[in-house]
């Protein structure tokens, strides 16, 4: 049974950090691209950082300088620092698994991220 589960959301003021984990299991997670995607009220899901299997990165337009992905494979966890959080970043994050020559993906529930002041 494959299982994505994500921590570390919560309530920030604008400025401040947050750490998002999402751990693995069920998943060889050293061969899956990782993702983390966010979702705010009223608007779809977003692609907001990937790491590699070779650990190269991306981030959207939006969040580069202030987030950074990064996977640790032996604990089967990828995580997602986020710093000088504004209230655009306020979302449910998703962390996602992707392997797609393979067409399988996987998804965690989501941690709700709120940016407020």
């Known amino acids: 049974q494959v299982q994505l589960v994500e921590s570390g959301g919560g309530l920030v003021q604008p400025g401040g950090s947050l750490s998002l984990s999402c751990e693995a299991s069920g998943i060889a997670f050293s061969v899956y691209t990782m993702n983390w995607y966010r979702q705010a009220p009223g608007k779809q899901r977003e692609l907001v950082a990937t790491?590699?299997?070779?650990?190269?990165?991306n981030y959207a337009d939006s969040v580069k300088g202030r987030f950074t992905i990064s996977r640790d494979n032996a604990k089967n966890t990828v995580y997602l620092q986020m710093n000088s959080l504004n209230l655009e970043d306020t979302a449910v994050y998703y962390c996602?698994?992707?392997?797609?020559?393979?067409?399988?993906?996987?998804w965690g529930q989501g941690t709700q991220v709120t940016v407020s002041s």
């Open positions: 996602n698994a992707d392997w797609s020559a393979l067409r399988r993906s996987y």
């Open positions: 790491i590699t299997t070779n650990r190269r990165t």
